[in-house]
Structures are given as structure tokens and as C-alpha cells.
């Protein structure tokens, strides 16, 4: 199993930029395809982008590309989201998730792929 705690939300004002940060514990780290997502009251999770075990695949959402950029160490068993040209649309509660499937392209976006999920962190953009 593999444990996850994000970090890095907070308040932001329009155009701003946040780096969330997901740090994992846990067996075999490296074996996992790692992803963000988000949810905004009333809304379904919506995935944001995602990135195969050894980092050398990415894809993020349409509603995000060329804002948000997904990353990691697997030195320091984290995960991360950097965030720019925030907007109030971007304003949710994000998960970090990981599976152990090997999953591509736009499935690597759906909730129900993933098993492990942190707690959340808040991101506020007004």
C-alpha cells in the first residue's frame, strides 16, 4: 500500500501561481501511476493530469494545459503540481491518487483507476 499527503493549497488572486506538493509513503513507490485531481463544491472529481512511474509520460487535462505542470521526485517520494495563471474556475479542493494499473491517455484521468487517495488540499483563486 502507499500513503499520500498533500500540501501546498491555500488562497490565491487571479494569475497567481501554487505548487502542490503529494508526498508518498509506502511499498514500491516508484511502481505507481501517479495523478491530481479536483473537486469544486457541487461537481463531480475531475482529473487534472497524470504521469506513469518512471516520469517519462505526462498528460493533463485540456482545462489546464499549458497552465498546470505535473512532476516528481522519486528520490523524495513526491509528487507534484505546479500551478500558474491560476483562475477562479481553478478554485477546488485537490487529491493526489495512485494506482497500480499502467493506464494511459485520457483513462489516466478518471477517478475510479485509482485505489490510493490523500486527504485533499484546498486551492482558492478569487
Known amino acids: 500500500d502507499v500513503q499520500l499527503v498533500e500540501s501546498g493549497g491555500g488562497s490565491v488572486q487571479t494569475g497567481g501561481s501554487l505548487r502542490l506538493s503529494c508526498a508518498a509513503s509506502?511499498?514500491?513507490?516508484?511502481?505507481?501511476?501517479m495523478a491530481w485531481f479536483r473537486q469544486a463544491p457541487g461537481k463531480e472529481r475531475e482529473g487534472v493530469a497524470s504521469?506513469?512511474?518512471?516520469?517519462?509520460?505526462?498528460y493533463h487535462a485540456d482545462s489546464v494545459k499549458g497552465r498546470f505542470t505535473i512532476s516528481q521526485d522519486n528520490d523524495k517520494n513526491t509528487l507534484y503540481l505546479q500551478m500558474n495563471s491560476l483562475k477562479p474556475k481553478d478554485t477546488a479542493m485537490y487529491y493526489c491518487?495512485?494506482?497500480?494499473?499502467?493506464?494511459?491517455?485520457?483513462?489516466?484521468?478518471?477517478?475510479?483507476?485509482?485505489?490510493?487517495w490523500g486527504q485533499g488540499t484546498q486551492v482558492t483563486v478569487s
Open positions: 491518487a495512485a494506482t497500480r494499473l499502467s493506464i494511459l491517455g485520457t483513462s489516466s484521468l478518471r477517478a475510479p483507476q485509482y485505489t490510493y
Open positions: 509506502g511499498h514500491n513507490y516508484s511502481r505507481y501511476f
Open positions: 504521469m506513469n512511474p518512471n516520469g517519462g509520460w505526462s
